[in-house]
Structures are given as C-alpha cells and as structure tokens.
C-alpha cells in the first residue's frame, strides 16, 4: 500500500531531485560564461577523434588552454601522465608504467581513445593495429593516448582543427615495407602475389 509516510518519502526525493537539477542548470550556466572566449579553440578539440565538447572543456578546465607553459607536445604528454616510464637494466631500456598524472584528463584520453581506434578507416585506428600486433592492445592503447595528448598540444598551441593522417599513412610512408608484409600474408596462405603499377589515366 502506498501510504501518506511513502508520499513524504517521494515528495523529499522529487524536491532533491530538482535542487539538484537546479545547481548542475547554474553551474553549467557559470561554466559556458567562463568559456565564452575559448570557442574557437572548443571547436578545434572537437575536431580530435574520441574528443567531444565535454571532454573539451575539461581540457581547457584542467590545463587553462594555454600550451605556453608547456615547453613541448611531449611535456604535455609527460605531465598528463601518458609517457611511458622508463627501466633500464645493465644498459637495456625497457618500457615500464605510465607515470601518474593528471588523473582527470589520463582519464579522458583512455574514453577518447577506445573511441578514436573504432573508426577504421582513421590514422590512430591504424596506429593500434600496428601497435598492437607488436606490443598488445593494452600498450597500443596507452600509445593512442600519447597521440591523443600530442595532438591537442598541437590544436591548441597553432589554432588550428586537427588534421587525420588517414589508414593508408603508413604504407605510403614506406610502400616497400607494406608490400613485404602483404607478400608474407600471402606466402603463408601458399600464395603469390604481383605488383604492377596502375596506368595513368
């Protein structure tokens, strides 16, 4: 039975409710004033594979946009904490742990990146791929996230939108080593392959 104490019950929750939705309304309000100068460079993060508006303005909240105080892309990547650390045993270096960081955007970037590397067709989903088959999915996605990180130092500091290099970045960077690995594949399905260049049109 619903009584007149269950009726109590749901009216504080209801009344909670709506205080709440009334301080997230007035601090979404302060934070949109706050960013009003900071479209264009909103904008331009928005442009990053796995980076929506509101990962957006975590980024200018947690870093003040500015990019000034940090020397490199690499210093940024270091102090979000999404450079792997480094061991090194009887002169052998070895990729260790990441270093810890800024936690709120480290976090983002691991969201960001499982975003970026499902669109196929993209440079970081290649880049994991790639990655991945050498070093494992929890690496190359450690590595995306480094991207990620390179990249909005780049967006912000030059105000510009992000460029995707494409899927294809890598076999035309080195067209000799793709065509090795696509010989390999097809040897080993006891197959062979032929590469004659396409006649100009």
Known sequence: EFTTHHAFMVRHYLDEIDRLNSTIALFDSRITTLLAE??????????IPGIGRLAAEVIIAETGG?????????????????????N?????SRSGRTRPGNSN???LLGTAAMAAI????????AFFRRISARRGGKRALVAVMHKIAIAIWH????????????????AKRDPERAMRRMI???NSLGLTVRFEPIPAA
């Open 66 to 86: 500015d990019m000034a105080q940090f020397a490199s892309a690499q210093h940024l990547a270091s102090w979000i904490g999404v450079c792997p650390g480094q």
């Open 105 to 107: 955007i480290k976090r």
């Open 38 to 47: 900071r479209e264009q460079d909103l904008n331009n993060l928005d442009t």
């Open 155 to 170: 967006v912000l500091r030059n105000k510009t939108a992000y460029r995707d290099l494409g899927a294809d970045y890598f």
């Open 118 to 125: 499902r669109d196929k067709a993209s440079y970081l989903a």
């Open 88 to 92: 090194e045993s009887a002169g052998v």
């Open 184 to 186: 390999k594949e097809a």
